[in-house]
């Protein structure tokens, strides 16, 4: 077998100690091509020292200083593109341009991150008072956390790392123990870039890891994404210990068509988000509503070929629509919620359970699935599934199709499809979830924007990237100063503006 791999702490690749092992497969062939260390408490305490060690000189570099490391680091990502693509579709499963796809989402937060001089400036009040004046600074909070899932495994950890170190903050990434070449590459490409040793660690690990991370008083901060069980777990125990935590978790996306809506541009878009990466995306789409029986009727008709003829192909084949699931237990589990979906009464339109690609027979592939009449109260609407499987909500009218999503125990994306200005504007402002497209099926905004979704699919109050994340990994202290020139008397009463 292949080269283990270990952890990236203080500036170096190092072997694990903890004679923990985990195997990472390659989803096209089923194999397990190399395995992975997982942490012990006294590993991570090692890198918590390095990043401890090494924050206060980064927090005095001056802020434009560090943004030219993360502007080299972006360059050094855009030269290494290829070979990231092909290590990440080659753990994860994706296929490869939608590897590359992973990389540059992660990568246009980086390019927000070069703009930390003029991101981070505070704020300034002249004359607040007689000879007074007010200004305010946001400071780094010293050594900060990602915990990454499997599903994004380079655009996640850049979202968090690029913006918390240009802040002056020093990291640790705990990614998923899934497809950890990324993130370690990453780290290697960082110290290249300049970044000192310490400014960015890596631990490979499981819930031992994350839990030393939790119990650690130096780490002052926490970013998680995952599912919503870890999510609450990681906020509940990291906020309880003290530390400033965001964490987002599991999603069930929606897709609103009206009967206005062009029917073959929501279909296509409706294929794509439901199918992509496997549907192995918080910002998939595993829910169409169309409203209305003869919409529903005419939907579900144009999507059932579209569904049968989805190119499904080993990941780094540059021509597959959608590569394997992530695992071979991950695809039991999918396959699960389609038993129950049928036992709950729905329709299965397509069947992808069954599906077997010839010469890749081992390999962790599934068909795309079709369901019709998913309902609320059964329990495979009202879970994730995450896998290729479109479940299709009938709604009687407009009403309907707000409160489905917005009714739904997860919050994080939804989507509407319609050529109706007003009706979807209305739907904007009353549906109950974070993110929201008008005719955009996979509405994750911009870099410069923020994202984050609602309910169980995000716990905290600030949202991830954008200027959210900088305030995120900064504190903001605010200095009251004066300069007087005559000695001033006690005084007995709260200083007023008044
Ligand atoms: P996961 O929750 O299994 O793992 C996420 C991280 O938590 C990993 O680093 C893992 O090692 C760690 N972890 C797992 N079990 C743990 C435990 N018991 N204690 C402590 N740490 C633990 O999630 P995943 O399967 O890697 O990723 C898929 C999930 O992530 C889906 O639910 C998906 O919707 C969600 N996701 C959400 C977003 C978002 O922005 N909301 C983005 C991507 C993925």
């Not at 029917?263 to 918080?282: Q, T, Y």
């Amino acid at each position: 077998m292949a080269a283990e791999l270990g952890h990236f702490i203080n500036g170096e690749r190092v072997g694990g100690t903890s004679g923990r092992l985990f195997d990472i497969f390659n989803p096209s062939t089923g194999e397990v091509q190399r395995q992975v260390t997982l942490a012990s408490a006294a590993e991570v305490e090692k890198a918590v020292d390095a990043a401890q060690k090494a924050f206060p000189a980064w927090a005095a570099i001056n802020p434009q200083r560090r943004a030219r490391v993360i502007f080299k680091f972006k360059e050094l990502v855009e030269k290494d593109m290829d070979n990231l693509a092909r290590m990440l579709s080659e753990e994860h499963g994706k296929v490869l341009p939608d590897a590359r796809g992973d990389v540059q989402r992660g990568l246009e937060v980086v390019e927000f991150a070069c703009g930390i001089p003029h991101l981070q400036k505070g704020e300034y009040t002249d004359a607040a008072g007689p000879g007074i004046d007010v200004y305010s600074m946001r400071q780094p909070l010293g050594v900060v956390a990602g915990i990454t899932p499997f599903n994004f495994p380079a655009m996640i950890p850049m979202w968090m790392f690029s913006v918390a170190i240009a802040c002056g903050n020093t990291f640790i990434n705990k990614p998923s123990e899934k497809d950890p070449s990324v993130p370690l590459r990453l780290a290697e490409l960082m110290m290249e870039a300049g970044a000192p040793e310490g400014v960015l660690n890596v631990v490979n690990g499981d819930k031992e890891a994350v839990d030393a991370i939790l119990a650690d008083p130096r780490v002052k901060a926490i970013s998680f994404v995952g599912s919503s069980k870890i999510a609450h777990y990681i906020y509940a125990t990291g906020t309880a210990n003290g530390k400033r935590v965001q964490a987002f978790g599991g999603a069930k996306n929606h897709m609103i068509v009206l009967p206005d809506a062009d029917m073959e541009n929501a279909v296509n878009n409706l294929i794509g988000s439901a199918f992509g990466s496997a549907g192995e995306r918080c910002m998939a789409t595993p829910v169409a509503v169309p409203v209305g029986e003869e919409t529903a009727d005419t939907l579900v008709a144009m999507l059932k070929p579209k569904v049968e003829a989805l190119r499904i192909g080993p990941s780094l084949s540059e021509d597959s629509d959608l590569g394997p699931l992530v695992t071979a237990a991950h695809r039991e589990q999918v396959r699960a919620y389609i038993d129950l979906a049928v036992e709950e009464g729905q329709e299965l339109v397509v069947d992808g359970r069954d599906f077997s690609l010839q010469g890749y027979e081992n390999g962790f592939f599934m068909g795309g699935t079709l369901l019709d009449r998913a309902r609320p109260g059964h329990k495979s609407y009202d879970e994730e599934i995450f896998g290729p499987v479109l479940q299709v909500a009938r709604a009687k009218n407009f009403e309907e199709a707000v409160a489905l999503p917005s009714n739904h125990q997860y919050g994080n994306g939804v989507a509407i499809f319609t050529r109706n200005g007003a009706a979807a504007r209305e739907f904007a402002q009353k549906v109950n979830v974070g993110m929201v497209g008008v005719n955009v099926p996979i509405p994750v905004p911009v870099a410069y924007h923020t994202f984050g979704g609602w309910k169980r699919s995000g716990y905290g109050d600030i949202n991830q990237h954008g200027p959210e994340g900088v305030r995120f990994w900064t504190k903001v202290k605010t200095v009251t100063q004066r300069w007087p020139e005559d000695v001033q008397g006690p005084e007995f009463v709260i200083p007023t503006m008044g």
